[in-house]
C-alpha cells in the first residue's frame, strides 16, 4: 500500500497541515481562542513548507533521470527568506487603520502566486492532458484576476486611485468582450494541448486576465473594497485548491478548498451587514450611480443646526449616559485615541460612556473593534448593535463621530431610500445628539441623512481629532 | 481521470462544506481578523512556487519560480504576522497599557 516512506512522511506532513488549519479556522471564529487559531495555522504553514523542501518533488528532470538542483533549492530558501522578511516586517510597521489595504496586498500576492505557478506549469509539463489544462488555465486566470483585482482594490483604500467607480462608455461591453476573449483563447489552448501556438495564446490569456481582474475591480466604490477583497480572497483560495489539483498536492487542495468555502461564506455574511447583494457589489450598484442617489437630495438645502466645541463639550460633561458612534471618518481621521481620551475625561466625572459598534462600522467588517481595542478603549465598553440599540432611548447624549449611513433612519421608514432594511443604530432615539464630521457630504450611499436634520441634532464641523481633542480640553475646563 | 485525482477531488468537495462549517456563526468582530487570517491561508500556494522552482531547467522558470516562492512567501507569513497583530489587540487585558 505504501511505496515510499520518504513520499508518505510529506503526506502525513500535509496531513498534520490540513488539521492545524482546520482548527485555527474554528479556532479564529471563536474570540477567546483566535489568536491562538492564527498560531496553530501558522505552526501548519511551517510545517507545509518544510515538508515540502525535502519531498521528492523538488528534482529537476533531464534524461528520464531526476536530480536535486541545489542552485534550485537555494533559490527557493532565498525566496522564502526574502518574502517573508519583508512582509512580517511590513505587517509590523503597517498602522491599524491601513489594516484593509495591508490585507488587499497579502491577497494580491497569494494570486499571483497561483498565476505564476499555474502557467510555470503549463509550459514545463509535456503530458498534461485535456482537463489537467482547462483547471491548469483555470487557476492561471482566476489568480491573475486576484491580482490585479487585489492591486486596485489596494489603490482605492489606499486613495491612490479614486475611490468612486471609474466608469466609461460601453465598459459593460468591453469587459463582455475581454472576458469571451479570454474563454475563447483558452478553448483554444485546450484544443490544441500543447506546441508553441499554445504556449503563445497561454502568456496573452495571462496578460488579458490581468487586464480583466484590473477592469472589474475599477467601477466598483471605495467603500465596497472589503466585500471585493473578500471574494478576491475566496477566489485565490479555489485557485489554490486547483493548483493542487494539477500539482497532487493535497495540502494545497484541503487548505485552498477550506478558504474557497469560508470566504464565500464570510463574503455573504459581509453583504448581509451591508444590506448589499453580492450581484449588486459586483455589477454596477448605486456606487455607479452617484448621480441617481443624490438626485433626491442634491435639490434643497435642509436646515442643519451647528454647535460649537463647547456646546458638545457641555452638553457631554453633564450628562450621565453617553453612547459613542464611532464610524469610518473616525478611522480616516485616527481620532482613536482622542476619543479614548475623551471618554477617560468623562468617566473620571461620573458620565457613564459606552461604545456602540456598527458591525459593518470602520474601512472593514470588525475594523471599529481592532481601532479601538488598539487605543485601549476596555472591551466592557464596547457594544454590539444588538446590545446596545435599546439603550439609546436612555441615553442623555449620542455622540457619532464619522459614522453616517449606519445611523440613518431612512433604512428604516423610507422603502425608496437604497439602504432600506439594512440594520441601523437607533440613535435618534437619544435624548441629544452631536454629529462630528468633515462636512455635510454624504456617506458612501451617497444619500441624504435625515438624523443630521433631526430637531435634536447639533453638528459639529471639522476634522474629528482636531475637534475630539478641542472636547477634551474644554471638558476639563467645566 | 484516474483513481488519484478522483479522490483528490472528493477531498476537495469535503473540504468546501467543511470551510463553511467550521466558521458558521463567527461574531462581526472578528470578521476583519478572519479574513485576514484565511487570507495567510491560501498562501498555501507557496507549495506550487518551491515546486515550481525546484523542478525549473531553465532560467526564465527559476524567474517565475522564485517570484512565485517570494509572493507565496509574503502571502502566508505576512498574512498570519498582520493577523497575530490583530488579534493581539483584542486579548489584551481591559485597560492594560493605561
Redesign the interface.
Known amino acids: 500500500m505504501i511505496d515510499n516512506w520518504h513520499d508518505a512522511i510529506v503526506d502525513l506532513a500535509y496531513l498534520a ?1 490540513a488539521i492545524m ?2 482548527i ?3 479556532y ?4 477567546k481562542l ?2 491562538r ?3 496553530l ?2 505552526v501548519g ?1 511551517i510545517v ?2 518544510l515538508a ?2 525535502v519531498s521528492r ?6 534524461n528520464g533521470q531526476s536530480e536535486t ?1 541545489w542552485t ?2 537555494g ?2 530558501l ?7 522578511l ?3 516586517v ?3 510597521r ?1 498602522k ?1 487603520t491601513a ?2 489595504q ?2 488587499a496586498i ?2 494580491g ?2 494570486g ?3 498565476a ?2 499555474s ?3 503549463f ?2 509539463k509535456e503530458d498534461l492532458g485535456r ?1 489537467m489544462i482547462v483547471l491548469t488555465l483555470l487557476g492561471a486566470v482566476i489568480g491573475s484576476i486576484a491580482f490585479t483585482g487585489s492591486m486596485v482594490a489596494f489603490g482605492k483604500l489606499q486613495e491612490l486611485i479614486s475611490g468612486r467607480p471609474v466608469t466609461f462608455p460601453n465598459q459593460t461591453m468591453a469587459n463582455g468582450i475581454l472576458f469571451g476573449g479570454i474563454a475563447a483563447l483558452g478553448a483554444a489552448v485546450v484544443l490544441l494541448q500543447d506546441g508553441s501556438t499554445a504556449k503563445l495564446f497561454v502568456w496573452i490569456l495571462f496578460i488579458a486576465a490581468l487586464i480583466f481582474g484590473a477592469a472589474i475591480v475599477l467601477p466598483i466604490g471605495g467603500a465596497d473594497m ?1 466585500v471585493v ?2 471574494i478576491l ?1 475566496s477566489l ?2 479555489v ?3 486547483l ?3 494539477i ?20 463574503t455573504l ?2 453583504a448581509k ?1 451591508m444590506n448589499r447583494s453580492v450581484t449588486n457589489i459586483l455589477f454596477g450598484a448605486f456606487g455607479g450611480g452617484g448621480e441617481t442617489a443624490s438626485g433626491g437630495a442634491g435639490g434643497e438645502q435642509k436646515p442643519v443646526k451647528e454647535a460649537s466645541v463647547d456646546d458638545a463639550a457641555v452638553a457631554l460633561a453633564y450628562a450621565t449616559n453617553v453612547i459613542v458612534v464611532p464610524g469610518y471618518g473616525l478611522a480616516v481621521a485616527q481620532a482613536q485615541h482622542a476619543v479614548r481620551e475623551l471618554a477617560d475625561e468623562l468617566e473620571e466625572r461620573g458620565v457613564n460612556v459606552k461604545y456602540a ?1 456598527h ?2 462600522a470602520g474601512r ?4 471599529m ?2 481601532l479601538l ?2 487605543a ?1 478603549v ?3 465598553q464596547l457594544y ?1 448593535m444588538e446590545q446596545i440599540n435599546d439603550e439609546f432611548a436612555q441615553a442623555d447624549v449620542a455622540l457619532v463621530i464619522g459614522a453616517n449611513d449606519v445611523t440613518n433612519p431612512a433604512a428604516r421608514t423610507d422603502k425608496t431610500s437604497p439602504i432600506f432594511g439594512m440594520p441601523i443604530l437607533n440613535v435618534d432615539q437619544a435624548r441629544q445628539i452631536y454629529v462630528l464630521k468633515r462636512s455635510m457630504k454624504s456617506g458612501f450611499a451617497g444619500i441624504e441623512n435625515e438624523l443630521f436634520h433631526d430637531q435634536k441634532t447639533s453638528m459639529v464641523f471639522g476634522d474629528a481629532k482636531a475637534t475630539l481633542s478641542a472636547m477634551v480640553s474644554a471638558v476639563k475646563e467645566n | 481521470m484516474d483513481e488519484t485525482t478522483l479522490l483528490i477531488i472528493y477531498i476537495f468537495v469535503v473540504a468546501i462544506f467543511l470551510g463553511v462549517e467550521l466558521i458558521g456563526r463567527v461574531p462581526s468582530t472578528l470578521h476583519t481578523p478572519l479574513m485576514s487570517g484565511t487570507n495567510a491561508i491560501h498562501g498555501i500556494v507557496v507549495l506550487g512556487g518551491m515546486i515550481v522552482l525546484g523542478q525549473a531547467d531553465t532560467w526564465w522558470l527559476q524567474v517565475m519560480g522564485f517570484l512565485a516562492v517570494a509572493l507565496g512567501a509574503a502571502n502566508a507569513f505576512g498574512g498570519f504576522a498582520v493577523t497575530d497583530r490583530m488579534l493581539e489587540m483584542f486579548n489584551r487585558k481591559p485597560g492594560a497599557g493605561r
Open positions: 497541515t488549519f482546520i485555527g479556522l474554528k479564529l471564529s471563536t474570540p483566535a489568536r487559531g492564527n498560531q495555522a501558522t504553514m507545509a513548507v515540502t523542501l518533488e523538488l528534482r529537476v528532470t533531464e538542483s534550485n533549492i533559490l527557493i532565498l525566496a522564502l527568506a526574502v518574502g517573508a519583508l512582509s512580517v511590513a505587517a509590523q503597517v491599524m489594516m484593509p495591508m490585507v497579502f491577497c500576492v497569494g499571483a502566486t497561483v505564476l505557478t502557467v510555470a506549469e509550459m514545463h482537463g472589503p477583497i473578500a480572497n485565490t483560495g485557485a489554490a485548491a493548483a493542487g489539483l500539482m497532487d498536492n493535497m495540502a494545497m487542495v484541503i487548505a485552498g478548498a477550506l478558504v474557497g468555502a469560508s470566504g464565500a461564506y464570510l455574511l459581509m451587514a459598534i458591525p459593518v472593514m467588517p470588525g475594523h473593534n481592532v481595542a488598539e485601549n476596555p472591551y466592557e454590539d
